[in-house]
């Protein structure tokens, strides 16, 4: 079987979230059962000295306003189809965003583009490469769908997979013209969105199948709750739409290798992690304290990821004698806020505004548990982390976060299948009784141990989240063979 990704990062090369790290796992995992996958993203500058030992397989010499390359590479494992539009791509910073923090001007062209691009790959634009099926990640390859639908030839099925269904890739109508898009498929049934031009829309509206990361997060989606305004079209198709849970990178993020702790350790000797405490307390300000957890963050400060609720519980967290590291930027406020914050509780609250890769995995494997208030959460990957690193998630019920880890309730604790803590409702109140638990439970040493041992068990690869993947391509090529 061919498969075509599209999106618009991909780990380790370009990687803002997690979207970037299910790019750069799944087709590995898919590559193990035998799939031929190709990934196309964007040749940022980040992946400027790749694209230059690559090789051009087709050359677009307009695409909207510029001259345009797809260069193959393999790098990593992974076979990749760079988008070389210097006039798009070349340019510093965020992906995403302009050096005021805005959306570039011109994202719909940028997008538009690989999309094009995507569609053009799928209709037969690589002499000796045809896919059978597309599978295109978020907003940014949504259009793909659109160009399939007006290429007036045969296309292959195509999977749509919602990331995060809170950014939608919304543009004014006005760009159809530009992006060469017919006006027959912008209807609130196509690709229209109340007047605008709806990139994820169009996904979600032209493909053959709709997954997301999280089976809770695929019920949840259907919900006027969760659905940010497309729940009616997600209700309209839930007979298509699904839920794979995402894995994780087992050999990116093993604390047995990681180059990037102060000691590597494993589930039979967790000796190791103290060094990893004592690392991060040096490089966060903190005072040791052996008797209370040292609680983590490691987020996008976003107001989707609960972290104001965090703020509220501080006063509750430093008055147990708890620590908490935090390493995220977003949001000003927040950033100021957490600021403040270290300030103010100097010694119990360490804060590093940034992304920091390397300082991501140290977090990992240096704290006793990680914080993950999310408001909504497709599926979450930290969590998952945590578990690997025996690093214990306390989490919010809902979406993937639900569906990855088992509360430490009375009846899990007796069954000994506990691996960390969820709280509901969604508010400081719940989070703080979820603080105080986790602080009880790590005062009671032989269960605490035995917990991080079962999360560290807890099987989280890719291998049968692919199989999956794999199960749905196969039954839509199934589908078109019988009709
Ligand atoms: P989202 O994609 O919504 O941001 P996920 O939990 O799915 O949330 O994935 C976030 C990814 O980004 C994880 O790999 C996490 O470790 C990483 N990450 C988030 N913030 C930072 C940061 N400030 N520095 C380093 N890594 C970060």
Same mark, same amino acid.
């Given at each position: 079987?061919?498969?075509?990704?599209?999106?618009?990062?991909?780990?380790?090369?370009?990687?803002?979230?997690?979207?970037?790290?299910?790019?750069?796992?799944?087709?590995?995992?898919?590559?193990?059962?035998?799939?031929? =996958?190709?990934?196309?993203?964007?040749?940022?500058?980040?992946?400027?000295?790749?694209?230059?030992?690559?090789?051009?397989?087709?050359?677009?010499?307009?695409?909207?306003?510029?001259?345009?390359?797809?260069?193959?590479? %393999?790098?990593?494992?992974?076979? !990749?189809?760079?988008?070389?539009?210097?006039?798009?791509?070349?340019?510093?910073? $965020?992906?995403?965003?302009?050096?005021?923090?805005?959306?570039?001007?011109?994202?719909?062209?940028?997008?538009?583009?690989?999309?094009?691009?995507?569609?053009?790959?799928?209709?037969?634009?690589?002499?000796?490469?045809?896919? @059978?099926?597309?599978?295109?990640? @978020?907003?940014?390859?949504?259009?793909?769908?659109?160009?399939?639908?007006?290429?007036?030839?045969?296309?292959?099925?195509?999977?749509? %997979? =919602?990331?995060?269904?809170?950014?939608?890739?919304?543009?004014?109508?006005?760009?159809?013209?530009?992006?060469?898009?017919?006006?027959?498929?912008? %209807?609130?049934?196509?690709?229209?969105?109340?007047?605008?031009?709806?990139?994820?829309?169009?996904?979600?509206?032209?493909?053959?199948?709709?997954?997301?990361?999280?089976?809770?997060?695929?019920?949840?989606? =259907?919900?006027?709750?969760?659905?940010?305004? !497309?729940?009616?079209?997600?209700?309209? *198709?839930?007979?298509?739409?699904?839920?794979?849970?995402?894995?994780?990178?087992?050999?990116?993020?093993?604390?047995?290798?990681?180059?990037?702790?102060?000691?590597?350790?494993?589930? *039979?000797?967790?000796?190791?992690?103290?060094? $990893?405490?004592?690392?991060?307390?040096?490089?966060?300000?903190?005072?040791?304290?052996?008797?209370?957890?040292?609680?983590?963050?490691?987020?996008?400060? %976003?107001?989707?990821?609960?972290?104001?609720? !965090?703020?509220?519980?501080?006063?509750?967290?430093?008055?147990?004698?708890?620590?908490?590291?935090?390493?995220?930027?977003?949001?000003?406020?927040?950033?100021?806020?957490?600021?403040?914050?270290?300030?103010?509780?100097?010694?119990?609250?360490?804060?590093?505004?940034?992304?920091?890769?390397?300082?991501?995995? !140290?977090?990992?494997?240096?704290?006793?548990?990680?914080?993950?208030?999310?408001?909504?959460?497709?599926?979450?990957?930290?969590?998952?982390?945590?578990?690997?690193?025996?690093?214990?998630?306390?989490?919010?019920?809902?979406?993937?976060?639900?569906?990855?880890?088992?509360?430490?309730?009375?009846?899990?604790?007796?069954?000994?299948?506990?691996?960390?803590?969820?709280?509901?409702?969604?508010?400081?109140?719940?989070?703080?009784?979820?603080?105080?638990?986790?602080?009880?439970?790590?005062?009671?040493?032989?269960?605490?141990?035995?917990?991080?041992?079962?999360?560290?068990?807890?099987?989280?690869?890719?291998?049968?989240?692919?199989?999956?993947?794999?199960?749905?391509?196969?039954?839509?090529?199934?589908?078109?063979?019988?009709?």
């Amino acid at each position: 079987m061919k498969l075509l990704f599209v999106a618009s990062e991909c780990a380790p090369f370009i990687k803002t979230g997690g979207l970037a790290d299910v790019i750069g796992a799944v087709p590995k995992a898919l590559a193990a059962l035998g799939v031929d =996958v190709k990934v196309l993203i964007p040749a940022y500058p980040a992946l400027a000295d790749l694209a230059a030992r690559g090789s051009e397989l087709a050359h677009f010499p307009d695409l909207f306003g510029g001259d345009a390359r797809l260069i193959a590479v %393999t790098a990593e494992g992974l076979n !990749l189809l760079l988008l070389e539009a210097s006039h798009l791509f070349d340019r510093p910073g $965020n992906i995403y965003l302009d050096a005021k923090g805005g959306d570039w001007a011109d994202n719909h062209l940028r997008y538009g583009a690989l999309s094009k691009v995507g569609a053009e790959v799928a209709t037969g634009a690589l002499t000796n490469w045809h896919p @059978d099926v597309l599978n295109v990640h @978020d907003w940014q390859a949504g259009l793909v769908s659109a160009y399939l639908r007006q290429a007036g030839k045969p296309v292959p099925p195509l999977v749509m %997979t =919602v990331h995060n269904i809170a950014f939608q890739g919304l543009f004014d109508a006005k760009v159809l013209r530009a992006l060469g898009l017919q006006k027959s498929l912008f %209807t609130p049934s196509g690709m229209e969105y109340f007047g605008q031009l709806g990139f994820l829309k169009a996904g979600l509206a032209f493909s053959d199948r709709i997954t997301t990361v999280s089976p809770t997060y695929a019920r949840e989606l =259907v919900s006027s709750e969760f659905g940010m305004g !497309l729940d009616g079209l997600m209700r309209a *198709r839930q007979a298509d739409l699904s839920g794979i849970l995402n894995g994780i990178d087992l050999e990116a993020w093993n604390p047995e290798t990681d180059a990037e702790l102060a000691q590597t350790y494993s589930v *039979r000797g967790l000796k190791g992690k103290a060094a $990893n405490r004592t690392a991060l307390e040096a490089r966060f300000g903190l005072k040791p304290n052996p008797d209370t957890p040292l609680f983590c963050v490691v987020s996008r400060l %976003t107001s989707q990821k609960g972290l104001d609720l !965090l703020l509220e519980c501080l006063p509750g967290l430093v008055g147990r004698g708890a620590r908490l590291a935090l390493l995220g930027s977003g949001e000003a406020a927040l950033e100021r806020a957490y600021a403040e914050a270290a300030s103010r509780y100097a010694g119990s609250v360490g804060v590093i505004i940034g992304y920091d890769e390397g300082l991501s995995h !140290l977090m990992q494997g240096g704290s006793d548990a990680i914080l993950i208030p999310s408001r909504f959460e497709p599926c979450g990957l930290t969590q998952l982390y945590g578990l690997r690193y025996g690093t214990i998630p306390v989490v919010a019920r809902t979406g993937g976060l639900a569906d990855t880890v088992i509360d430490a309730n009375p009846a899990a604790m007796a069954e000994n299948c506990a691996t960390g803590i969820q709280f509901t409702p969604i508010t400081a109140l719940a989070l703080d009784q979820a603080i105080e638990r986790t602080c009880a439970l790590f005062a009671q040493p032989k269960l605490w141990q035995a917990m991080m041992r079962r999360a560290m068990r807890h099987p989280i690869g890719w291998d049968r989240s692919a199989a999956a993947y794999l199960a749905l391509y196969q039954s839509l090529l199934d589908e078109r063979g019988a009709s």
